[in-house]
């Protein structure tokens, strides 16, 4: 209820009176990392004490500690990946890369529609061989984003296309996380059942993801249909 009132009473510490429009709300926006912090704290600990798994705070710290271990490998890969978005960028590679790429992409005079479509290609095949969506799209994106940029097509229709080709084969390669999740729920019915069963079984429907992927992306680009608010599928530099 305090938290309702401070969002929505003039002259709360949450509202701006000076500000208008959405700006007005930039101080209950900036807060609301720490509103839901205290909120599934509070939730979470008054669960645990009537469960009995919380008897003081130290369980509440314990848990806490447990949970920040699991996020340990993304933290690494994320502190990897920002050293090498950073070193990239400081490099030039990716800007070269890009220019000379949309140069040989320009030179192709391959309508938009097609070019995606092997962007979608590229990204379900990488994705066979690197697990992470987020380390692929680190690496891709310096080059990918801008060199589509330089041929008139928007980040958003670039980043749904890669989405499209990475989705698409999660389900049949061994490097996605809940693969070994999902093949041990199999063996649970069907002991002989082996990694190549499971991608075997998954194939078809990896397959027809990806061709109503593709189909899907070339009408949007021929019709021009936007992807959300202020993201249409074409972009200019000027």
């Known amino acids: 209820m305090l938290w309702i009132v401070l969002c929505i009473a ?3 510490p949450l509202i701006e009176d000076s500000a208008s429009g959405v700006a007005r709300y930039n101080p209950l926006l900036q807060s609301l990392v720490a509103g839901f912090f205290i909120l599934f704290l509070a ?9 009995g798994t919380i ?3 130290r369980d509440v710290v314990r848990m806490m500690s447990e949970a920040m271990g699991d996020l340990a490998y993304y933290l690494v890969l994320a502190f990897t990946a920002a050293h090498f978005v950073a070193m990239f960028n400081w490099s ?21 529609s097609i070019l995606l479509t092997f962007i979608i290609l590229f990204g379900a ?3 066979l061989f690197v697990g992470s969506a987020s380390a692929k799209w680190a690496l891709l994106a310096p080059v ?8 008139g ?14 989705g698409a084969t999660n389900i049949i390669t061994p490097l996605m996380p809940y693969f070994p999740l999902i093949l041990v729920f199999c063996q649970r019915w069907q002991k002989e059942f082996g990694l190549g069963s499971l991608a075997a079984t998954m194939l078809p429907y990896s397959l027809l993801l990806l061709a109503s992927g593709m189909v899907m992306t070339i009408i949007w ?18």
């Open 10 to 12: 003039p002259g709360t």
């Open 43 to 51: 939730a979470g600990w008054a669960y645990g004490s009537g469960a």
């Open 55 to 57: 008897k003081n705070h």
């Open 92 to 112: 030039n590679l990716g800007l070269i890369f890009a220019i000379n790429g949309a140069a040989f992409l320009e030179g192709s005079n391959l309508p938009d």
């Open 125 to 127: 095949t990488i994705n």
């Open 144 to 151: 990918l984003v801008p060199m589509l940029m330089l041929i």
């Open 153 to 166: 097509i928007s980040p958003e229709m670039s980043t749904a296309a890669y989405r499209v080709g990475d």
């Open 221 to 238: 680009v021929i019709f021009g249909i936007p992807l959300g608010p202020n993201a249409p599928v074409e972009f200019s530099l000027q």
